[in-house]
């Protein structure tokens, strides 16, 4: 099959094409060539006003709920919102059911992902069952093929067994993703503790739950100089320790949530159970932290932290909801809506695309004749009502849906798949 993209800037800032435009034609999932106008024909022509490729982008942590929950969302319909979203390359926490703690579960998601339209990275668990009681074997899973590791949306409580990983990963050169929170600290939390949740009468979540882990783990990281990276970032602390061990030397990494940085504890004064997630949005002050950290380069990559919950988990009373939003589709609009008038939008693809494959030994993907294709094909100019005919996930969990987003997906390219929105 043949694909050629007509007219469309190309936004790759380590290419010679960067800002030129461009047509590109794609032969059996090949970039064959990149030409100011081809006159070649096209099983397939990809044309439209505003049309930006860039390399496909990268999220580096959801869920997909399958094996075990496969009622909110399953690898077909989380990779069709992935590719709905824009990304080429999917990176899967371990929390199904069987837990991805052993290496025929990371077979099984390797196996099942080859026909998929995104590539799958598996992130498999540090602890037996995510449960932070005993390592597993994490070196089998590495062989199988495991990207990273992490007990996903368990944070790992135990300093001693987290202290194991981290020297354990070091010599595979590997990575540990924790998601920080003390769970013996405002265990019964629903919100952010603040000001606004003493008005809504719903118990908080403190910030100092999340930097104390971050503190924690910075020093077992320094200790065993081993790489740890903290994904969904909520706080103004927490992201001052970063900063501070990464002036340090300290291998030490950091990912942040379109939701974080969109939405605040304000938000939630309507109850909206979309809202309610883990951690939470935190205030106003936290949130502008988080955006000057996107900014000024504390924070390495964006992590969609799509957490797919069905009807009925999230349509009932707030303190009964389960935590979690899906994510996958609102992503380009929720984030370039912020940050257009304040991030040069190839700076933004780099936190998509090439920051996070260095960060998690991703191959990486280019924009050049004789390479595979990955690309992303999207318009930054085009502003629209995220509605839930938008999404493609089987769940649809979304505190976007409503609002006005700037920055559309038009679709993805990847090898042989090409998906249009």
Sequence with gaps: MTVLIKQATIVNSSSPFNGLVKDILIENGQIVSIVDNSSSSADQVIESEGLHVSMGWLDSFAHFCDPGYEFRETLETGSRAAAAGGFTDVMLVPNSNPVVHAKTQVEYLKQRSQNLPVNLHVIAAVTRNAEGKELAEMYDMFEAGATAFSDGTNAIQNGGLLLKALQYVKA????????????????????????????????????????????????????????????????????????????????????????????????????????????????????????????????????????????????????????????????????????????????????????????????????????????????????????????????????????????????????NHVHLN
């Design 172 to 415: 595979i050169n590997g990575i540990v993703i924790q998601v920080p929170g003390d769970k013996s600290i405002g265990a019964s939390g629903l919100m952010n503790e603040g000001v606004i949740s003493t008005q809504l009468g719903l118990p908080g979540k403190p910030a100092m739950a999340e930097e104390l882990m971050v503190t924690r783990d910075i020093e077992l990281n320094n200790y065993t100089n081993s790489r740890i990276h903290f994904s969904s970032i909520s706080t103004a602390k927490s992201l001052d320790h970063i900063r501070a061990a990464k002036a340090g030397g300290g291998q030490v990494s950091c990912a942040v949530t379109p939701y974080h940085l969109y939405f605040s504890d304000e938000d939630l004064q309507q109850y909206d159970t979309n809202l309610k997630v883990d951690p939470p949005v935190r205030t106003p002050f936290d949130r502008n932290a988080l955006k000057a950290g996107l900014l000024d380069g504390t924070i390495d990559c964006f992590a969609t932290h799509h957490i797919p919950q069905n009807y009925d988990a999230k349509v009932c009373e707030f303190e009964y909801a389960r935590d979690g939003m899906i994510g996958l589709e609102s992503f380009f609009g929720a984030v370039w809506s912020l940050f257009k008038n304040d991030l040069p939008l190839d700076k933004l693809i780099d936190l998509l695309t090439v920051q996070p494959r260095r960060l998690f030994g991703i191959a990486a993907a280019e924009i050049k004749e004789g390479v595979q294709a990955s690309l992303t094909l999207f318009d930054p100019s085009a502003t629209y009502v995220f509605e839930e005919k938008n999404i493609q996930s089987k769940s649809k969990n979304s505190a976007f849906t409503g609002k006005t987003l700037t920055g559309k997906v038009i679709g993805i390219v990847n090898g």
